[in-house]
């Protein structure tokens, strides 16, 4: 059950985003990480020398903020621990689907971000009366692997430099290819022994099953030099050559309009 990757926050959540960050208040969510690029799968794009040479970019940036966050904040410094994150992808992944197919998000609301838990609850809140999903993880493809690891100092009015290091969010986001099937279910309640109500779930017809490649978004919160849980932010995809022209004209644009307004 491949889900629609988050879309970018709307000019008006930015300027309320960065009104709070600039007053000192930091919400958790502050939408994918900009500049969060993976590399497309497709060879024909994979290999395109532009597209190649944005994400060397991009990578050696997201390295040096890295190596900000591990040596240069107030100890103790957190440790990375890199390699559990894929198997922890998989597992709020595998969670939250779990959830959602059976329409109660309650067991994992804890470990979503609260973008991705108002997406899926106003999803739930469209299904037909009556029905339900049943969602399961046949098979793991290929090894869940880590393509983004992203962090993002926030901006600081403290005068202490060592406090100004202090706040961070970080995003990580990890590629899963496995085969799923969905099937559908209607509940019915009809009346039983002694008079009792008892409901009963049809299966309506065959599972659906796919094999789906998806780039789950981890996020963690880090304030005050204390960090917290990663949990589901949501989806992202690949970056296409397409994609990533239109992102540079709206950058453009978006500068020329800055430099215009003054």
């Known amino acids: 059950m491949k889900q629609p990757a988050q879309q970018s926050m709307s000019r008006a959540r930015k300027e309320q985003e960065q009104a709070m960050l600039q007053s000192g208040q930091f919400p958790d969510d502050i939408g994918l990480l900009p500049d969060t690029f993976i590399l497309p799968r497709s060879p024909r794009e994979r290999y395109n020398w532009t597209i190649r040479k944005r994400w060397l970019y991009t990578r050696f940036w997201e390295w040096i903020a890295t190596y900000q966050l591990r040596f240069m904040t107030r100890k ?6 890199l390699s559990h994150i894929p198997a922890l992808a998989q597992d709020l992944h595998t969670r939250t689907l779990t959830a959602f197919a059976a329409g109660d998000l309650t067991p994992i609301q804890s470990n979503l971000s609260q973008g991705i838990f108002s997406s899926l609850k106003s999803r739930l809140a469209t299904r037909e009366p009556n029905t339900n999903t049943s969602w399961h993880l046949l098979a793991t493809l290929s090894s869940p692997k880590l393509v983004s690891y992203k962090p993002i100092l926030l901006p600081s009015n403290s ?9 961070w969010n970080l995003q990580a986001v990890v590629r899963l290819h496995t085969r799923q099937s969905l099937q559908n279910l209607k509940k019915t309640a009809k009346r039983g022994a002694g008079g009792k109500m008892v409901e009963e779930v049809a299966v309506l ?7 789906v490649v998806e780039y789950v978004v981890l996020q963690k919160v880090w304030r005050k030099a204390r960090a917290g849980e990663w949990g589901l932010w949501g989806f992202t995809d690949e970056m296409t050559l397409a994609r990533l022209k239109r992102e540079d004209a709206r950058k453009m644009k978006s500068a020329a309009q800055a430099a215009l307004t003054g």
């Open 205 to 211: 017809g065959k599972p659906e099953v796919k094999e």
């Open 76 to 81: 103790p410094r957190p440790r990375l621990q």
């Open 159 to 167: 005068s202490d430099k060592t406090a100004q290091r202090d706040n």
